[in-house]
């Protein structure tokens, strides 16, 4: 168990000669180009002042798309990355320079790193066994991880033998036998199908409460990041979006991007005007005027935000069939279950309305009209110009 401070962290990749740094330049201005990195005279800029206080046995999430500098930043951590400025303290202890062996960190790959042609146990008790740990506690330690993980029945088997959900448990129990002040995990889950995942994000959450460490965890699942994290941190292009609880995120979020990669379906995105009228504050989309709630006037008042074009965000489930709302045209009806998810669309765009299933509807014919609106507690309103929520 161990606090973990990144100050300012920077990870700049450096070109390899003056003809590969011509041409990543040139690639860099294409506007084909996916990646916003920044490039610089030094290099490409992959992780931007990163800087994040993590608690002594809190479990942070680094959460993102591919590329936006989360494991790069999680390797950093470990000492698998030199780092290019900044300072990385556990504990107090700067450990910029030192060893990863030194750095009293475990890490889990997402491809399980085993040995082929180790025994579940030998797997297992390869760390303590370069640390000439007596066997006795070799023993004792492999068997009470075993236990936790709930593979001890397999201890004797090697890795080809078992299935994937069988070999992230023994990466994991590799990594808790020697006890770590962090625990870094690298989307342990991402090779696993769906209902395995389930089960191992499970899995880990029960882990948490039996060992004593920190945890970073990276992943591109936003759904992993929700149920596991205390914290979370979504990245983009190198850089923090924002730093929150799950709940905090989900509710508060400060920009389009947050806005748009947390919650599952997507939240639905508008071009509509905010409208000031003294205290109060209106949306208006198509043919409805919806007031925000009092504390979202609060925060735009102190703000000093006045009318204008926005923005606006609503998610799928807070969005609410009505007579006489806002018109729209159903493209697709998908039954889920207990809700169905209605694809359709309004104002231009593609929207996503959850409608429970009870009272018997069950379909809706593909180009019927229907008619939605929302009420103004659940509305994030975000500035054309900057993309940031005008809340915040």
């Known amino acids: 168990m161990a606090t973990v401070q990144l100050k300012n962290i920077k990870k700049i990749y450096p070109f390899v000669s003056g003809e ?3 041409a990543r330049k040139k690639k860099a201005e294409s506007p084909e180009r996916k990646s916003n990195l920044q490039i610089t005279d030094e290099g490409v800029v992959a ?32 000492g698998l990355e030199e780092i290019s400025a900044g300072e990385l303290l556990i504990d107090g202890k700067v450990m910029n320079d030192v060893a990863p062996k030194d750095r009293d960190i475990a890490m889990v790959f997402q491809n399980y790193a085993l040995y082929p042609h180790m025994t579940v146990y030998d797997n297992m008790a ?21 236990e936790i993980l709930d593979i001890t029945q397999y201890l004797s088997r090697k890795p080809k033998a078992l299935s994937g959900g069988q070999r992230q448990r023994v990466a994991i129990g590799r990594a808790i036998v020697r006890d770590p002040a962090v625990l870094l995990m690298d989307e342990p889950l991402s090779n696993l199908d769906a209902k395995l995942r389930n089960q191992m994000r499970a899995e880990i959450i029960k ?16 759904t992993e990041a929700m149920t596991l994290g205390d914290r979370i941190v979504i990245m983009k292009d190198g850089f923090i979006q924002q730093i929150g609880t799950p709940q905090e995120v989900f509710n508060n ?19 509509a005007k905010l409208e000031k009228e003294g205290d109060k504050f209106f949306v208006l989309l198509g043919n409805e005027k919806v007031e925000l709630s009092a504390e979202k006037e609060a925060r735009l008042l ?11 965000g609503v998610r799928p489930e807070h969005i609410t069939l009505i007579e006489g709302g806002v018109p729209a045209t159903v493209d697709v009806s998908e039954m889920m279950g207990s809700s169905i998810h209605l694809h359709v669309n309004s104002e231009g765009k593609d929207v996503i309305i959850i409608v429970p299933s009870e009272g018997g509807l069950s379909h809706f014919d593909m180009g019927s009209a229907v008619s ?3 009420k103004g ?8 110009e900057t993309e940031k929520n005008l809340e915040w």
């Open 47 to 78: 992780v931007q002042e990163f800087s994040l206080d993590i608690a002594d046995k809190e479990f942070i999430v680094l959460v993102g798309p591919s590329g936006c500098g989360k494991s790069t930043t999680l390797r950093m951590v470990a």
């Open 302 to 312: 102190a703000n000093g935000v006045e009318s204008q074009d926005i923005t606006l």
């Open 372 to 374: 939605f609106s929302f």
């Open 253 to 271: 979020p400060r920009n389009l991007f947050v806005a748009g990669f947390i919650g599952t379906p997507q939240m639905n995105f508008f071009d």
């Open 207 to 222: 882990l948490r409460e039996r060992i004593d460490t920190t945890f970073i965890y990276v992943t591109h699942d936003q």
């Open 377 to 384: 507690n659940v509305a994030h309103v975000f500035s054309k």
């Open 126 to 146: 390869f760390p303590l066994k370069l640390r000439k740990a007596p066997k006795e506690e070799i023993d004792k330690k492999v068997r009470e991880a075993a």
């Open 20 to 22: 590969d740094k011509k």
